[in-house]
């Protein structure tokens, strides 16, 4: 796996035009608010942002490797994709800048909140209809510092996976295909900083993948339901992957060190809540909790630190 040469990208590209997402002054879509949940820190090679403000994504549909470049342009969202997957990421495009989410639904409940919600009127949530692209990262990142999941991201993707189709941005990569992750050798997730409980969970899922991304399709609940089905992947991990590929508003993520801390100081001066006390006061958003806790995390008001940051840890020197 190590030696095989990177595939050579193709050239096939789809003209995309104008997407149908309703942007408007009462209805704008802000693109690094929407879509700023699928990039895995500022050197993810699947997403980068150009001086342009255009958004480009590589990702690896059900037709093959894609690229897509998403802009807001005099109150109209254009998109232009290339590759094998070009057509697929722009009839998804839409759900991409959350065509498919309802803002109108959100009731604030909460001073903070409501402010939040003023300054932030762009907040779309965003649907990939991609599972697995969203489930390995968030299995890199369990028990980890981020600093330690998106190297780890990084390394497998630029080594195992192919470059973007199309004029992306040079070092663009498309994720490896579901075979390619079952056969990474145990020494380079070893390199890669990853774990052995992290790495057998992705090839358990990658194993199934098929099944896995059907749960693109389901409602959220039933969704998280059939990815626990894995060994490995918790409510956690589903939760944060659900909220990606199916735009689910109301799945709260759980399990966190830190959010419950975070919406129990800005909702009820509680650093101290737990999950049971943050589910308690994200009870009046029932329906929307996802994005109450997303509006509260963007208010930045969060309690003052009280202990050392987390350490990485650097297995690869083992």
Do not use: C
């Amino acid at each position: 796996m190590a030696g095989r040469s990177a595939p050579k990208p193709t050239r096939t590209t789809t003209r995309g035009g104008h997407v149908p997402v309703p942007v408007t002054e009462d209805a704008p879509v802000d693109l690094g608010l929407t879509l700023g949940p699928l990039r895995r820190g500022p050197a993810d090679p699947t997403f980068r942002v150009t001086p342009d403000g255009s958004v480009w994504r590589a990702s690896r549909t059900p037709d093959g490797p894609g690229t897509i470049r998403l802009a807001v342009r005099d109150g109209q969202a254009q998109a232009e994709a290339w590759g094998a997957g070009a057509r697929w990421l722009l009839d998804n495009a839409s759900a991409l800048l959350g065509a498919e989410d309802d803002p109108t639904a959100f009731a604030p409940r909460h001073k903070l909140v409501l402010a939040t919600h003023r300054r932030r009127p762009g907040l779309r949530l965003t649907r990939t209809g991609l599972v697995l692209e969203s489930l390995i990262p968030t299995v890199l990142e369990q028990k980890v510092t981020t600093t330690e999941a998106y190297a780890a991201w990084r390394l497998l993707v630029r080594k195992y996976g192919e470059p973007a189709p199309g004029p992306a941005p040079e070092g663009m990569y498309v994720m490896p295909d579901a075979r390619t992750w079952t056969q990474i050798p145990s020494w380079e997730w070893h390199r890669a900083n990853v774990d052995g409980k992290r790495s057998a969970t992705i090839v358990r899922a990658a194993r199934v993948a098929a099944r896995l991304e059907e749960a693109a399709h389901m409602d959220p609940p039933a969704a998280r339901e059939r990815l626990e089905l894995i060994p490995g992947i918790g409510p956690w991990t589903s939760a944060e992957t659900v909220q990606r590929s199916n735009g689910a508003p109301d799945e709260v993520t759980t399990g966190d060190l830190h959010l419950p801390g975070i919406v129990g100081w800005a909702l009820a001066g509680d650093r101290a809540a737990d999950d049971a006390a943050m589910l308690d006061l994200l009870a009046p958003y029932a329906g929307q909790r996802h994005r109450a806790a997303r509006l509260i995390l963007l208010s930045g008001r969060v309690p003052p630190r009280r202990a050392p940051r987390m350490t990485p840890g650097d297995i690869a020197r083992l």
